[in-house]
């Protein structure tokens, strides 16, 4: 008997093993910022181009790039684990690059700026090449967004913007403004971090939100929305702004303050719940 229970664990474990996604490395040249641009795809195991499936944008921090997701998150081995054990649909996930970890020298940010019109780029270019591409999303309810720090900020004004394009947004420890120099603001002459933390105060998803108007809110409660953030971070204090703002206005959002500061460890647990909660909101 006991023979049996090891060769029946070891089948298990075979099977596991087997279930496994991968990360592929794509680029898309972009008209709107005259580069060649990268991201890493997760595709699941088994992924066909003859089946539809959802997908999750996933936003890096300022300072990351589009690897980061992977190599500091370890998103592949979390996302392997939720589709194994059915907490999360077989799922594309999309990690774009919007940044360098040279904060100074090269240009980082989710919105439009100077020399930067990002948020153009991946609303007109990036988002319909990849669903395209690999046969995802292609409406609200397949599509979601989330991300950590800066790209937490920019996963919520992406969905206050456009709210009729995202079925759900998860944002962990977001920079949601910067008129309190959050980020440091130390810089020498021509520095690009200028332009971002400008960007995020013009983008503030706090004063967004103040000045909606009804019909405007009436779409935001289109939108499943979660906010997660360390009790020790020091953005915490933008998401205990949002989240009782969001209140008044009647859209519901789940809020989680757990014990952790601004780093990878904090957003490595995040993410396990960041996946299911998108999963669960996908729709028809």
Known sequence: MKRVFILFALALTTLAAAAQGRIVTDTLYSKNLQAQQYCNVYLPEGYSVDRHYPVVYLLHGLSDDYQSWQKLGRMKDVADELIASGELLPVIIVMPNAGDQDIHNYQNGYFNMPGWPFEDWFFHEFLPAMEGKYNCGGSKGQRAIMGLSMGGGGSVVYCQRHPGLFSSCYAMSPWLDNKNHEVDTEHGPGSKLVNTQKSVCEHSALDFLA???????????????????????????????????MRQRGIKAELRVRN????????????????????????E
């Open 260 to 283: 952790g500061i601004h780093n990878w460890e904090y957003w490595h647990a995040a993410v396990r719940t960041a996946l299911p909660f998108a999963s669960r909101n996908f729709y």
């Open 211 to 245: 000045r909606a108007d009804e019909a405007t809110v009436e779409q935001l409660k289109t939108v499943k929305w979660f906010i997660d953030c360390g009790d020790d971070d020091y953005l915490l204090h933008q998401t205990l702004q949002l989240y009782p703002l």
